[in-house]
């Protein structure tokens, strides 16, 4: 089980590389992963204004403002237990954009001694981690994922509002834009060779 994940973290690193022209080091390839979505969960939670934080599409989904609270929570706590005592920094029970703002950002700074503490040699060591014992690198990559799933949620409630989501904003400076692809993929048409150049 171990080599297997090992080998899936490994191939996921590799793929990326491809796409920036590799070869890179596991340990840069998590905190750039790790900083670009700190970026647009920082920049979404920022644009939005005070009342679309109460936003709610329906009666089934989170408000915007309790996605930014989720994403602090669970960021806090895995990050957290990997340095070794989970945390608990309370965000859910925050509602207004300063606090859930600040919450935001007290989660990140809490993840931002992990990730930028992660290397080569310590990222295949076991630690605890929601799921049992898994490699660092794979923790880190699952909080990248699942912040990276939020943040997809969140960029729905910023159109609803009509603003731009960062991300897309990101790529329209670059020449890209909407079916553009990710930015690792920017300015490689199919003919790269890439396997991913041709998706949309």
């Known amino acids: 089980m171990k080599k297997t994940i090992l080998l899936a973290v490994a191939l996921t690193a590799g793929l990326y590389a491809q796409g920036r022209g590799g070869p890179v080091s596991m340990s840069a390839d998590v905190n750039q992963k790790y900083n670009a979505i700190k970026n647009n969960l920082t ?25 930014v609270a989720h994403v602090a929570d669970t960021q806090a706590g895995a990050c957290s237990g990997l340095a070794g005592a989970r945390k608990n920094i309370g965000a859910a029970s925050k509602t207004s954009k300063a606090d859930l703002v600040a919450a935001l950002k007290e ?24 799921g049992g014992q898994v490699p660092r690198a794979s923790a880190l990559y699952g909080t990248i994922i699942h912040d990276n799933e939020c943040y997809g949620s969140m960029a729905v409630y910023l159109r609803m509002k009509g603003i731009v989501p960062p991300s897309t904003e990101a790529m329209g400076a670059r020449g890209g834009g909407r079916g ?10 199919a003919s790269s060779g890439h396997p991913l150049a041709a998706a949309d």
């Open 43 to 67: 920049k979404a939670a920022e644009s939005m204004p005070e009342d679309g934080y109460s936003l709610q599409p329906s009666k089934e989904e989170r408000n915007f403002g309790a996605w």
């Open 107 to 130: 989660s990140f700074d809490i993840c931002d001694a992990v990730y930028s503490g992660t290397t080569d040699a310590n990222a295949t060591e076991m630690v605890a981690s929601f």
């Open 180 to 189: 553009a692809g990710p930015l690792w993929l920017a300015g490689r048409g």
